[in-house]
């Protein structure tokens, strides 16, 4: 595939990785973040620009293959930040790389966008099982997200991929983790897969490990290609010894949005003085 991947949300955590592993798979990366990266890699082509501007936009995903579109806030906060950055801001990558003539995107959703919907019975959770149930105006924006991508293949064309993203974090670091952690590398491989697979059309997979605890179903991920190589249980003694085994009927262990689901994740405690 000609032209590079432009990566949103170069700078960030995520970002990161991706610089880190897509060129090992083939990718050549076009950075771009509202602030600069600061370990520029070899053959990175770099651009700083803030992703709600729409003509700057059109001009960072001319000759793009792909759009991964990991910008935005990475958790909850107030309406106005949210509504701006991550819903205006997914709308202006969607509508770049349309005007721009890019066939596929990669859209970094997040499990709170189903965050209150109960652990089955038994068995795993598939992700036609989880429709839409925010757990905070963060969980809206990336509703609102999987949304535009759906309206954006219908209607245009595109091929959109929404990674319902678990917790990516270097390892997992509370109980909850050792069941929604999605390492760096499987953040890579995931990636990969969301790019390389053959006309996914609209498409929407957890984004986790294969970790012993999850609960979400990986079969959809793994159509895709995906083929997860890290489990959080490698964690799971030292993390239970601190904060004691996980209770299945806590919420934060009931519900897959966890923690966000509970009263003090309510936008009201992340208004700005
Ligand atoms: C997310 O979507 C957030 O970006 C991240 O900071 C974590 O809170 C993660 O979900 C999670 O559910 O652990």
Not at 101 to 125: E, F, I, K, M, Q
Request: charged content about 20%; aromatic content about 8%.
């Amino acid at each position: 595939m000609s032209g590079p991947v432009l990566v949103t949300g170069a700078a960030g955590r995520i970002g990161t990785w991706l610089r880190g592993g897509l060129p090992e798979r083939g990718w050549a990366v076009r950075c771009l973040d509202v602030v600069p990266v600061t370990d520029v890699r070899p053959g990175e082509e770099h651009l700083v620009a803030d992703i709600t501007d729409l003509a700057a936009m059109v001009d960072a995903t001319e000759g793009a293959s792909a759009v991964v579109h990991m910008a935005g806030i990475s958790g909850e906060s107030t309406w106005p930040a949210i509504s701006h950055a991550n819903i205006e801001g997914t709308y202006c990558v969607l509508e770049a790389a349309r005007r721009s003539g890019v066939p596929r995107v990669v859209l970094a959703s997040s499990n709170h966008a189903t965050g209150y919907t109960p652990r089955p019975d038994g068995g795993l959770l598939r992700e036609v099982d989880a429709p839409p149930r925010p757990d905070t105006y963060y969980g809206v924006a990336k509703v609102t997200m999987e949304a535009l991508g759906s309206l954006y293949v219908d209607r245009y064309g595109l091929d959109v991929v929404c990674l319902r993203i678990g917790s990516a974090f270097p390892e997992p670091t509370s109980t909850r983790q050792l069941s929604t952690w999605l390492s760096p590398a499987d953040t890579v491989s995931l990636v990969d897969a969301a790019l390389k697979a053959p006309s996914p059309g609209f498409s929407v997979v957890w984004g986790v490990s294969n970790n012993t605890r999850r609960w979400w179903d990986l079969t959809a991920a793994q159509a895709l290609g995906y083929e997860p190589a890290d489990d959080a249980e490698v964690y799971a003694e030292a993390l239970i010894e601190v904060h004691g085994e996980p209770d299945l009927g806590d919420p934060v262990h009931g519900r897959v949005g966890g923690e966000y689901t509970l009263p003090e994740f309510d936008a009201e405690n992340f208004e700005k003085p």
